[in-house]
């Protein structure tokens, strides 16, 4: 069977019908949203904000130091952070009361030391890589360890910033990067056994992995430290692989894919690529579009809405067409270098230093702020913002601030 314009189908609809993360139109389920592409399908939003910001709805202390983003399921969002020599996982209601807190494993206190990765919530279950290689599974109404596994055990080997990936769930598979020998390894979601052991080793770095699918076939993309790697997930066999970026000190963005291209941007000099990609009858090529300077992306990441790339670029923020690389506008101070998710035709951005967060809309004509807010934290600031149940979040330091952006 042809699959010509595959695409991600992490829609609602498809997570249902695959058994996969049951969530409502307006959760945010793990890292970057429901389709792993850092937007949301909120509609409905204020289009510019006041003086000052959106009105705070409230700011919750306690969940302890780190980059950790959030999950939002139901009206409870959940993130993690390092209290004291542990790794915690919090639970907070719709009101920032912290429901519990629940130990996933012990803190990562090398360089940059904090919490990394954002949880994953599956049905009744939330997944979660640590920075030290732990990774586990906690039922989310008892908070009790399912099950336990060691990346080392797999034969990993983290860079030097430790684990910073959040896991993919795949159908009844969890997709995690040991690095090394192994490379991707699928884990079952029920009992934390393994499943397969990809057959391309690679240098674990901080991407998370996607999957880009249609309705026959599908391949996981994960950025790793020795390139590009896409899998099957049927059997983790390697389909394709780029040496893009390998051997960069620090690959971070996650791979983007939409409208038949998968782009990948790294920072420390290096850009971004993009490739042309087509399926048919289950063999997929990648064709590379074009390479891009004008893109230089940290870890602050990018999203893709009608056939423009929007993201961070050295100390600030660039446009790119998804089909040819041209920019449409690049160099954009707004928030300085940072983060960014889409939501309702809207840029909300988070600045790595400072604290501030700002709205643009997400347009190829130009780059204009429309709103602006600060929030309080001490070091750099490496968690994403979210927009779920029309609420702004930002993560800083050891606090979570919640913001209404609902439009009136």
Known sequence: ??????????????????????????????????????KSAETGLLKTWPVGG??????????????????????????????????????????GRILWQQIQGPAFTASHGGA????VVDGNRIYLVGGSGRVTC?????????????????????????????????????????????????????????????????????????????QAHALIVQ????????????????????DFSAGNTANCPDPAYADGYLFWANGYGKG??????????????FTEAWRTSDMICHHGGYVIDKGYIYGNHNAGWSCLDLKTGQPAWKNQKGVGKGSICFADGLLFLFGENGGKAG???????????????????AGPSWAHPVVAGGRLYLRYDDSLYCFDVKGR
């Open 54 to 95: 959106p009105a705070l709805l409230w700011k919750a202390s306690g969940i302890g130091k780190g980059f950790s983003s959030v999950a939002v399921v139901k009206g409870t969002v959940y993130t993690t952070g390092d209290v004291g020599g542990d790794l915690k996982i919090s639970a907070l209601d719709d009101t």
């Open 138 to 214: 906690h039922d989310a109404a008892t908070q009790q360890l399912v099950w336990e596994r060691e990346l080392k055990s797999l034969g990993g080997a983290p860079g030097g910033w430790g684990y910073s990936e959040s896991a993919l769930i795949v159908d009844d598979k969890v997709i995690v990067t040991p690095g090394g020998s192994t490379g991707i390894v699928a884990l079952d979601k029920r009992t934390g056994q393994d499943i397969w052991r990809g057959d391309a080793p690679c240098k674990a770095h901080y991407s998370s992995a996607i999957v880009i699918r249609d």
């Open 272 to 285: 971004g690529i993009c490739f042309k990609v087509e399926c048919r009858e289950g063999a997929w090529t």
């Open 359 to 377: 709205l643009a809309a997400a347009s190829p004509e130009a780059f204009a702020m429309s709103g602006e807010v600060t929030v309080q934290g």
């Open 1 to 38: 069977m042809a699959c010509r314009g595959a695409h991600i189908l992490w829609s609602v609809l498809g997570l249902a019908a695959c058994g996969a993360l049951a969530v409502r139109g307006d959760d945010w389920p793990g890292w970057r949203g429901p389709a792993r592409s850092g």
């Open 116 to 119: 990394r990765s954002t949880p």
């Open 223 to 242: 950025g790793t430290g020795s390139g590009l790697l896409a899998l099957d997930p049927k059997d983790g066999r390697r389909v394709w692989s780029s």
